[in-house]
T-cell receptor, first 113, second 113 residues
Framework: GENVEQHPSTLSVQEGDSAVIKCTYS??????FPWYKQELGKRPQLIID?????GEKKDQRIAVTLNKTAKHFSLHITETQPEDSAVYFC????????????FGKGTKLTVNP | EAQVTQNPRYLITVTGKKLTVTCSQN?????MSWYRQDPGLGLRQIYY???????DKGDVPEGYKVSRKEKRNFPLILESPSPNQTSLYFC????????????FGDGTRLSIL
């Protein structure tokens, strides 16, 4: 089955710096890669996603890149702000065939003012 | 308002006492899933359902049952709870076409003594 590895497990940056979180997946059939942000005590919320027919997607300060050949995808946050502090999860899924969604173990991002 | 509603939000119970966590969505979504979240392990999928009367196992189905008799409801049943099922549980739903993000419920914190 699918296995998703996420690195780093913790990340501390200064406000205004960029943050990068990386994930690798094992199943070449995976075709959908969402990223979730979870603030303390709250539900995960989808912040951006990418499908396997796209190499990069951007939404304001957040971007995701996908390298299908290497089976890895990354989340990039630019101009970080204290409110970006949260736990971020990547995930991989094979949409169209099943609804299995496998998550990485998460990255705790701290943005220091 | 589009939402996924879980009940109860918190429950402390004892080993072996059957319990059900309800999940209801008001968005007419075909797909629904259950996840458990444990420190250091991220979110792991327990069961998912792609439509009424269609359910399938996720990565950690042991000790759990689900049913999907109606489109809006997807209860999680613990027939004989054990302490290793102490966790934070999330229900989620999404549209079949995949253009909608996964909507998560607020979570249910279960403690099995």
């Amino acid at each position: 089955g699918e296995n998703v590895e996420q690195h780093p497990s913790t990340l501390s940056v200064q406000e205004g710096d960029s943050a990068v979180i990386k994930c690798t997946y094992s199943d070449s059939a995976s075709n959908y890669f969402p990223w979730y942000k979870q603030e303390l005590g709250k539900r995960p919320q989808l912040i951006i996603d990418i499908r396997s027919n796209v190499g990069e997607k951007k939404d304001q300060r957040i971007a995701v890149t996908l390298n299908k050949t290497a089976k890895h995808f990354s989340l990039h946050i630019t101009e970080t702000q204290p409110e970006d502090s949260a736990v971020y999860f990547c995930a991989a899924s094979t949409q169209g065939g099943s609804e299995k969604l496998v998550f990485g173990k998460g990255t705790k991002l701290t943005v220091n003012p | 308002e589009a939402q996924v509603t879980q009940n109860p939000r918190y429950l402390i119970t004892v080993t072996g006492k059957k319990l059900t966590v309800t999940c209801s969505q008001n968005m007419n979504h075909e797909y629904m899933s259950w996840y458990r979240q444990d420190p250091g392990l991220g979110l792991r999928q327990i069961y998912y359902s792609m439509n009424v009367e269609v359910t399938d196992k996720g990565d950690v189905p042991e000790g759990y049952k689900v049913s999907r008799k109606e489109k809006r409801n997807f209860p999680l049943i613990l027939e004989s709870p054990s302490p290793n099922q102490t966790s934070l549980y999330f229900c989620a739903s999404r549209d079949r076409l995949g253009v909608q993000p996964q909507h998560f419920g607020d979570g249910t914190r279960l403690s099995i003594l």
